[in-house]
């Protein structure tokens, strides 16, 4: 069975989504007959390679609150993250385009390193100190070479931003094409869509029905996840 997850690395949700997901499949009978592909969503695809802005500012303008209000949001995804067991910095991060990790990530895939790639990218963006949007390629190299790829090989892909540029440009238009109008999303064996970070039993139910029954894709979504779209992340007011 095919797992197939659009994401954006700039998504805080899609980072949480992702762990619950893998904590379902870690407990899923079939999990080692289960390939899990990772495709682009740009949340920002507008946005140029250089405009880097602090988080809590994106967030103000996009949703107009305040910095409080803002900063109140980023302390609760902390604390979501952090029942998943993963690190989160809730204050000082930045936020920028995400065309070339996209790119970067599909050459991973080639290489069978996707999922190591994608998740020291989703590291490095919520949990270290040092920005993946302003230190240049150099830092997209360090991380790529710390998922097992080759340094020069992945300094040419950078370079080159016709690399694998139509490949991420696919997998956004099939995610409209599939109903995706925000991230993460998950198809599965292009039967079940499960939108949002969901809780991992409802992950868990997916791969079963989607396991047991091949049918037309069925989204399966209590309407109260969180999620990120065209216009921002969700961020919890509590």
């Known amino acids: ?6 994401s954006d690395i700039a998504c805080p949700w899609c980072y949480v989504g992702k762990a619950r997901f893998e904590k379902a499949l870690a407990a899923f ?32 303008k996009k949703y107009g609150m305040s910095e409080q209000q803002a900063q109140a949001g980023e302390e609760n995804l902390g604390t979501q993250a952090a029942a998943e067991g993963l690190a989160y910095r809730t204050r000082d991060r930045d936020h920028g385009n995400t065309f070339d990790m996209h790119r970067l990530l599909h050459f991973a895939k080639e290489q069978g390193r996707q999922d190591e790639l994608i998740q020291l990218l989703y590291r490095a ?9 302003t230190e240049g390629d150099e830092r997209l190299v360090e991380l790529a070479v710390e998922a097992g790829l080759d ?40 039967a079940y869509g499960v939108s949002g970070a969901q809780p991992a039993e409802v992950f868990a139910q997916a791969l079963t029905q989607a396991w047991g029954d091949r ?4 989204l399966i979504d209590d309407g109260g996840a969180e999620a990120c779209g065209p216009d921002g992340c969700a961020v919890p007011r509590h």
Request: glycine share 4%; hydrophobic share 40%.
């Open 1 to 6: 069975m095919r797992v197939e997850i659009w």
């Open 29 to 60: 009978p079939h999990r080692e007959q289960v390939e899990v592909v990772h495709r682009s969503f740009e949340l920002d695809p507008g946005r140029a390679k250089g405009d880097v802005q602090p988080v809590i500012t994106m967030l103000t």
């Open 125 to 133: 963006n919520f949990a270290e100190e040092r920005s993946v949007f």
């Open 151 to 190: 340094a020069d090989a992945a300094r040419e892909v950078l370079t080159d931003r016709t690399r694998y540029a139509d490949d991420v440009r696919a997998d956004e238009r099939e995610a409209a094409q599939l109903g995706a109008n925000g991230v993460p999303f998950f198809v599965l064996d292009r």
């Open 215 to 218: 049918s037309p894709l069925k």
